[in-house]
């Protein structure tokens, strides 16, 4: 039987909760939007594979889909229980507002049918229209974010219990410290973009120093084919028999970072789980290192000149 194959996916300890997160995880926001029935029938066919840990926004429209697979493969006995999974959700910009942080995280829990979740997450650095669900987002609608107040809200979910950890997604160094400055509790994860063409050494550097974890999306470049279409990947990936999928996520993963893997694709989601028993050489990443650098997702969308952040250089604080 398939299961007997189950590949163990490596975990790292979330310091203020305790609990384990896997490594390699599945993303579930699609574009353009597919079916829900595909989306469920993916993510069973993911934790049939060994998949346990998948990542969902409300933003994405994935929340009910994939608390439909986990009540089915709990049932079908693909997991034993709730437990064995790690799931994600994140506090979009329109929620993210003192008040409406708790409603918008019970709203994600009634659409898993899950009483907690794993990790609760701030979608991006800012705030927009209270009421409003949209991506982009409306440029007079952006608005700067309270961080103090929004952090004391994602703290009062843990000390809930209705989420394990918390963190933030996109965040720069210097909005990370704003952060760690006023926490009681600090961000567990910072999930960013990373991979070979965006590897955020001074993120690496930054989240290593202060205890947090970063996730990688997009670590094959997302839309952008850069990644994938790169020489020096390709040849190292040849002369390993290895896909470039697999080069990047196993790069990604040597530096201690987890990382998020979106393919509805049986063959490709086994392909993608297959990266824990062969090494990078130490020129091989000395080769990936000395790739050109350039980031894919630029966060123009977030932009706006009567917003929060006028210029790119002020959303990333110059990491860029």
Request: proline share 5%; glycine share 6%; with cysteine.
């Amino acid at each position: 039987m398939e299961s007997e194959l189950l590949i163990n996916i490596p975990e790292v300890l979330l310091t203020c909760s305790g609990r384990r997160m896997p490594l390699l995880g599945m993303g579930t926001s699609t574009s353009p939007l597919v079916g829900s029935d595909e989306i469920k029938a993916a993510i069973l066919q993911a934790i049939e594979l060994g998949y346990r840990h998948f990542d969902t926004a409300t933003l994405y429209l994935t929340e009910e889909p994939l608390g439909q697979a986990i009540e089915e493969a709990i049932s079908r006995g693909l997991v034993k229980s709730r437990e064995e999974l790690f799931i994600t959700s994140k506090l979009w910009c329109s929620d993210a507002h003192s008040d409406l942080v708790l409603p918008a995280l019970q709203k994600s829990l009634h659409a898993l049918q899950l009483e907690y979740i794993d990790l609760y997450l701030i979608h991006w650095p800012m705030s927009s229209r209270p009421g409003i669900y949209e991506f982009p987002i409306k440029k007079e609608d952006l608005l700067p974010m309270d961080f103090k107040g929004v952090w004391a809200a994602m703290e009062e979910c843990k000390k809930l219990g209705l989420t394990k950890s918390i963190g933030v997604c996109n965040f720069s160094c210097k909005k990370l410290s704003d952060i760690l400055a006023i926490a009681e509790i600090p961000p567990a994860i910072n999930q960013v973009e990373i991979n070979p063409i965006w590897q955020q050494k001074k993120q690496m550097e930054f989240c290593k120093a202060n205890g947090i974890i970063l996730t990688a999306y997009a670590p094959l470049g997302g839309s952008f084919n850069r990644v994938m279409e790169n020489e020096v990947l390709k040849e190292i990936a040849n002369a390993k028999g290895k896909s470039v999928a697999q080069i990047c996520l196993r790069w990604a993963y040597e530096q201690g970072v987890c990382v998020l893997v979106k393919s509805f694709n049986r063959e490709r989601m086994k392909e993608n789980l297959d990266i824990f028993n062969w090494t990078l050489t130490e020129e091989e990443s000395k080769r990936i290192t000395e790739i050109p650098q350039r980031r894919g997702s630029s966060g123009e969308d977030y932009i706006s000149d009567t917003g929060p952040f006028k210029t790119l250089e002020e959303l990333w604080d110059g990491e860029i």
